[in-house]
């Protein structure tokens, strides 16, 4: 054997209730391709997870090229093991380009500025003509689109062991190819390769040597030469396989009228679709990936627009949402499990529950013993593996989440049944009951199913019929005897010269825009203009000198503290406490900054006000972090604290600020304020260390994704604490200029900053949930609310109008820009 690469040696792990692995030992030399199979939920992400330093086993050891494995993801990285994931840990919020970066080991990472260019590179090498842009940003993304950044993320890093678990699920045949020729190339150059698959073909294709976990436990290595399929099926579940698919209906069988009919059904993706599916009949979809079959599944389920004719026993139907799909016997099971499939924060039992809650419901109201029953049966039906109904579906296995969404969906006794990717995940023995069990469904209660499957094996063999989609349409259907593997796919690859674009009309072009990153900077300059002509045309004083003068002058408190705010949005929190903060910290300043007060003191004053400011934030964050309090109760408690600390300092304003300190402050040059070159100034550097440093980078990451963030070398808790800090000082220079400003010790200066804090920076596209924010955005979004606030007295509005129209602003901009995210997203 060649050099030992990687060796496990009697690693055991236990979850509650589960020993995922029992004294597993495995030994990969270098150059060598090593396929470890097993049933669904044997051990074989939870083998990786402890070989990639994600997992820490409750015994045994892990050395890679002789070195003791005991230093978590990132010492696993610097030994140059990169791991490819069932579901890739990629930060949704953060551009491929940055996503590839973050996953690279720090040697392999190219300078911040030449990031664009060195990703083009990393997505060119997969594949010359790769419609993957650096950068999209990874949400809007399909799931083949996220394998292919994480694979090439896997081979950008140029490693020494590569882990690939189920990597081709949502690959189409040519990537499958494609992936096949750089694993064996990356093993000629002396690479170990571990290799998980439940397509045995595939294994057998690329592996010499295979390893068989069942329950936690190796069941023995072999040379794959030495077996055939059979056998390493045997080996696998324990028994042999008499047959993979059930015998299929005679055709005479299906001469009933059909249930489901389309005519002219189209769509964004696909045109002019006409089908009849008769009771009980299963109809496979297939096509090169991205030619309108999933997209026709997907319409058909509610999920994108559709127009045409639908007819479900004869009647007409629209399916124009998801809810009505369901109220008319429509049953869907998503392709991407991780985004659309498990509810993965509700346990085994909830997920079951609540896509069924007419049958396990009496009046209204759920009942105990219906879900029971229910959750029983839709285990029992599919032989899910769970420790418990209640555990979290995310603790389970892969395929056991597959088989317990779908078995959810088949309990829902549907009409018509959608499946996209049935058995993805699921192991040899699963896949043999699945199949038999939708011939069941379909022989016993009629249902019509349609199946889009990338394994055209897997159409020829479950399916009556197959339609082969190219470039959105129907080109050629297969049935009877013609209906094998070979002729789906030289019918889908006769027709189809290649992928297509994913269709995006205009409207899908400008979602996709409003989601970008330079939106909410253009939409806020278009608003500023238009406001501003508008104020003028009733009142020409609008524009004169003073007023321009006097509007930036008092936005650049704004400007910082809405730049503090974006800096803790950033990572997902929202820091109530900024204006009490300022507030404080004027009260504090007007008991040092007086004209009476000698250099010295004056002195003391401001370093009081930056080590106040940096107290407050770490208190925040130790709020946050060490006691776990959500963001929002940690920061409204110190902005009572705040609030009461002013009060009792200063009961009334007082401390006249020395003249000379408030002069300095409102220098200017020609009418702009030297503070507002100054914030501005800040807000660009800001920027661009937010877009081209790994601090920022960590930042948004954490914020988008704290776990996997942590996978790419990402400490949340440091990460956080520098967000809290970084507020803290940006807080500190807005109450300097507000000091300015008041010109005395206000206890109530700061109250308002708060909330048009948090405008400023949702106007100026931070995202309330973290990882999305720009500092430009901010500073941009509180000169526009300060536009509005100055305006008013322009119009000879109320006051009231302030709050009406800044409110109304930031409903409309958070909207926008989370609506379009969101769309852009499903796209
Ligand atoms: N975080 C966790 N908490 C509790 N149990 C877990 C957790 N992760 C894994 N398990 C359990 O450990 C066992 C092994 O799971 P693992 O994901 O390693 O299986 P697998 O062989 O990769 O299966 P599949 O082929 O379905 O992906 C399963 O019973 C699973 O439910």
Request: hydrophobic share 50%.
């Given at each position: 054997?060649a050099?030992?690469?990687?060796?496990v040696?009697?690693?055991?792990k236990?979850?509650?209730?589960?020993t995922?692995l029992d004294?597993?030992?495995?030994?990969?030399?270098?150059?060598?391709?090593?396929g470890v199979?097993?049933?669904n939920g044997?051990?074989?992400?939870?083998?990786?997870?402890?070989?990639?330093?994600?997992?820490?086993?409750?015994r045994?050891t892990v050395?890679?090229a002789g070195?003791?494995m005991?230093?978590?993801?990132?010492?696993?990285r610097?030994l140059?093991?990169?791991?490819?994931?069932?579901e890739?840990?990629?930060?949704p919020?953060?551009?491929v380009?940055?996503?590839?970066?973050?996953?690279v080991?720090?040697?392999?990472?190219?300078q911040p500025?030449?990031?664009s260019?060195?990703?083009?590179g990393c997505?060119?090498?997969?594949?010359?003509?790769?419609?993957?842009?650096?950068?999209a940003?990874?949400?809007?993304?399909?799931a083949?689109?996220r394998?292919?950044v994480e694979?090439?993320?896997?081979?950008?890093?140029?490693?020494?062991?590569?882990?690939?678990?189920e990597?081709?699920?949502h690959?189409?045949?040519r990537?499958?190819e494609?992936?096949f020729?750089?694993?064996?190339a990356?093993a000629?150059?002396?690479c170990?390769v571990?290799?998980?698959?439940?397509?045995?073909?595939?294994?057998?294709?690329?592996?010499g040597v295979?390893?068989?976990?069942r329950?936690?436990r190796?069941r023995?290595?072999y040379?794959?030469?030495?077996?055939?399929?059979?056998?390493?099926v045997?080996?696998?579940i324990?028994r042999?396989?008499d047959?993979t698919?059930?015998a299929k209906?005679a055709?005479?069988?299906?001469q009933?009228p059909?249930r489901?009919?389309?005519?002219?059904?189209r769509g964004?993706?696909?045109?002019?679709?006409?089908?009849r599916?008769?009771?009980?009949?299963?109809?496979?979809?297939?096509?090169?990936?991205?030619?309108?079959?999933?997209?026709?599944?997907?319409?058909?389920a509610?999920?994108?627009g559709s127009?045409?004719e639908?007819r479900?026993?004869g009647?007409?139907?629209?399916v124009?949402?998801p809810?009505?799909?369901?109220?008319?016997?429509?049953?869907?099971?998503?392709?991407d499990?991780?985004r659309?499939?498990?509810l993965g924060?509700?346990?085994?039992?909830?997920?079951?529950?609540?896509?069924?809650?007419g049958?396990?419901?009496?009046w209204?109201v759920?009942?105990?013993?219906?879900s029971r029953?229910?959750?029983?049966?839709?285990?029992d039906g599919?032989?899910?593996k769970?420790?418990?109904?209640?555990?979290p579906?995310?603790?389970?296995?892969?395929?056991?989440?597959?088989?317990a969404?779908?078995?959810?969906i088949?309990?829902?006794?549907?009409?018509?049944?959608?499946?996209?990717?049935?058995?993805?995940?699921?192991?040899?023995?699963?896949?043999?009951?699945?199949?038999?069990?939708l011939?069941?469904?379909a022989a016993?209660?009629?249902t019509?199913?349609l199946?889009?499957?990338?394994?055209a094996?897997?159409?020829a063999?479950?399916?009556?019929?197959?339609?082969?989609f190219?470039r959105?349409?129907?080109?050629a259907?297969?049935?009877g005897?013609?209906?094998t593997?070979?002729?789906?796919?030289?019918a889908a690859?006769?027709?189809?010269?290649g992928?297509?674009?994913?269709?995006r009309?205009?409207a899908?072009?400008?979602l996709?825009?409003l989601?970008?990153?330079?939106?909410?900077?253009?939409l806020?300059a278009a608003a500023?203009?238009?406001?501003?002509v508008?104020?003028?045309t009733?009142?020409?004083m609008?524009?004169?000198?003073?007023?321009?003068s006097?509007?930036?002058a008092?936005?650049?408190?704004?400007?910082?503290v809405?730049?503090?705010?974006?800096?803790?949005m950033?990572?997902?929190?929202?820091?109530?406490?900024?204006?009490?903060l300022m507030?404080f910290?004027?009260?504090?300043?007007?008991?040092?900054?007086?004209?009476e007060?000698?250099?010295?003191?004056?002195?003391?004053?401001?370093?009081?006000?930056?080590?106040?400011?940096i107290?407050?934030?770490?208190?925040?964050?130790?709020?946050?972090?060490a006691?776990?309090?959500?963001?929002l109760?940690?920061?409204?408690?110190?902005?009572f604290a705040?609030?009461?600390?002013?009060l009792?300092?200063?009961p009334?304003?007082?401390g006249?600020?020395?003249?000379?300190i408030?002069t300095?402050?409102?220098a200017?040059?020609g009418?702009v304020?030297?503070?507002f070159?100054?914030?501005v100034?800040g807000?660009?550097?800001?920027?661009?260390?937010?877009?081209?440093?790994w601090?920022g980078?960590?930042l948004r990451a954490?914020g988008?994704?704290?776990?996997?963030?942590?996978?790419?070398?990402?400490?949340?808790?440091?990460?956080r604490l520098a967000?809290?800090?970084?507020c803290?000082?940006?807080?500190a220079?807005?109450a300097?200029?507000?000091?300015?400003?008041?010109?005395s010790?206000?206890?109530a200066?700061g109250?308002?900053?708060?909330l048009?804090?948090?405008?400023?920076?949702?106007i100026?596209?931070?995202?309330?949930?973290?990882?999305?924010?720009s500092?430009?955005?901010a500073?941009?979004?509180?000169?526009?609310?300060?536009?509005?606030?100055?305006?008013i007295p322009f119009l000879s509005?109320?006051?009231?109008?302030?709050?009406?129209?800044?409110?109304a602003?930031?409903?409309?901009?958070?909207?926008?820009f989370?609506k379009?995210?969101q769309?852009?997203?499903?796209?």
């Amino acid at each position: 054997m060649a050099t030992t690469a990687l060796q496990v040696s009697a690693v055991t792990k236990t979850f509650p209730g589960v020993t995922a692995l029992d004294e597993v030992a495995l030994e990969v030399g270098a150059g060598e391709v090593h396929g470890v199979v097993g049933e669904n939920g044997a051990g074989k992400s939870t083998l990786m997870a402890v070989i990639s330093g994600a997992l820490v086993p409750d015994r045994g050891t892990v050395e890679v090229a002789g070195r003791a494995m005991d230093g978590g993801p990132d010492l696993a990285r610097a030994l140059g093991v990169a791991i490819v994931r069932q579901e890739p840990a990629l930060l949704p919020d953060l551009t491929v380009a940055e996503n590839l970066y973050l996953k690279v080991p720090p040697a392999h990472r190219p300078q911040p500025g030449a990031m664009s260019r060195w990703a083009e590179g990393c997505l060119r090498e997969w594949d010359q003509e790769t419609r993957i842009r650096p950068d999209a940003r990874v949400s809007q993304l399909v799931a083949e689109e996220r394998f292919i950044v994480e694979i090439s993320a896997a081979l950008s890093s140029r490693p020494k062991v590569l882990i690939l678990d189920e990597p081709t699920e949502h690959l189409g045949e040519r990537d499958v190819e494609r992936l096949f020729g750089k694993v064996r190339a990356l093993a000629r150059q002396g690479c170990a390769v571990i290799y998980i698959s439940h397509r045995i073909r595939e294994v057998r294709a690329v592996a010499g040597v295979i390893t068989v976990l069942r329950d936690g436990r190796v069941r023995g290595t072999y040379p794959v030469g030495a077996l055939s399929e059979s056998d390493i099926v045997a080996l696998i579940i324990g028994r042999t396989l008499d047959a993979t698919f059930p015998a299929k209906p005679a055709p005479a069988a299906l001469q009933a009228p059909p249930r489901l009919e389309l005519a002219d059904f189209r769509g964004a993706g696909f045109q002019g679709v006409n089908l009849r599916v008769g009771p009980g009949e299963v109809v496979g979809l297939a096509g090169i990936e991205g030619n309108g079959q999933r997209e026709t599944l997907r319409a058909l389920a509610g999920l994108g627009g559709s127009r045409g004719e639908v007819r479900v026993d004869g009647t007409a139907v629209r399916v124009h949402r998801p809810q009505s799909a369901r109220k008319h016997g429509f049953a869907f099971l998503p392709g991407d499990r991780h985004r659309e499939g498990v509810l993965g924060e509700l346990s085994v039992a909830e997920n079951i529950v609540f896509r069924n809650l007419g049958s396990a419901s009496r009046w209204g109201v759920v009942s105990a013993r219906r879900s029971r029953e229910l959750v029983a049966a839709t285990l029992d039906g599919l032989a899910v593996k769970a420790a418990s109904a209640s555990a979290p579906i995310a603790s389970l296995s892969g395929g056991n989440q597959q088989k317990a969404v779908l078995g959810s969906i088949l309990a829902t006794d549907p009409r018509v049944l959608l499946i996209d990717e049935p058995t993805q995940g699921v192991d040899v023995g699963s896949k043999v009951e699945i199949y038999s069990y939708l011939r069941r469904l379909a022989a016993g209660t009629g249902t019509a199913i349609l199946v889009v499957s990338s394994d055209a094996l897997e159409l020829a063999g479950l399916c009556d019929r197959v339609l082969v989609f190219s470039r959105g349409a129907v080109v050629a259907e297969v049935s009877g005897p013609e209906l094998t593997e070979e002729t789906i796919t030289a019918a889908a690859l006769t027709a189809s010269t290649g992928r297509r674009q994913a269709a995006r009309g205009g409207a899908g072009r400008l979602l996709s825009w409003l989601a970008g990153d330079s939106a909410p900077a253009i939409l806020i300059a278009a608003a500023m203009v238009a406001l501003g002509v508008y104020v003028a045309t009733r009142n020409p004083m609008y524009l004169s000198t003073f007023n321009i003068s006097s509007l930036l002058a008092l936005v650049v408190p704004l400007m910082f503290v809405a730049m503090a705010q974006t800096t803790v949005m950033m990572v997902g929190a929202i820091d109530l406490s900024v204006g009490p903060l300022m507030g404080f910290l004027v009260v504090v300043g007007s008991f040092f900054l007086t004209a009476e007060d000698a250099q010295g003191r004056q002195a003391l004053g401001w370093i009081l006000i930056v080590v106040v400011a940096i107290a407050v934030s770490a208190l925040n964050w130790a709020l946050v972090d060490a006691l776990k309090l959500p963001p929002l109760v940690a920061t409204l408690a110190t902005f009572f604290a705040l609030q009461s600390g002013s009060l009792l300092l200063r009961p009334q304003p007082g401390g006249v600020i020395d003249t000379r300190i408030v002069t300095g402050l409102g220098a200017q040059i020609g009418v702009v304020p030297v503070a507002f070159l100054v914030a501005v100034a800040g807000a660009v550097a800001l920027q661009f260390a937010l877009r081209r440093s790994w601090a920022g980078l960590a930042l948004r990451a954490v914020g988008s994704d704290e776990r996997r963030a942590g996978l790419a070398g990402a400490r949340a808790a440091a990460v956080r604490l520098a967000a809290f800090a970084g507020c803290g000082l940006l807080t500190a220079a807005a109450a300097v200029c507000l000091i300015a400003q008041v010109g005395s010790g206000d206890p109530a200066a700061g109250t308002t900053y708060t909330l048009t804090s948090i405008s400023a920076a949702a106007i100026g596209g931070a995202s309330i949930f973290g990882g999305r924010g720009s500092f430009l955005g901010a500073v941009l979004g509180a000169l526009l609310v300060q536009q509005i606030l100055g305006a008013i007295p322009f119009l000879s509005l109320s006051t009231a109008w302030e709050s009406y129209l800044v409110g109304a602003l930031t409903l409309v901009a958070v909207a926008t820009f989370s609506k379009s995210r969101q769309m852009s997203e499903v796209a």
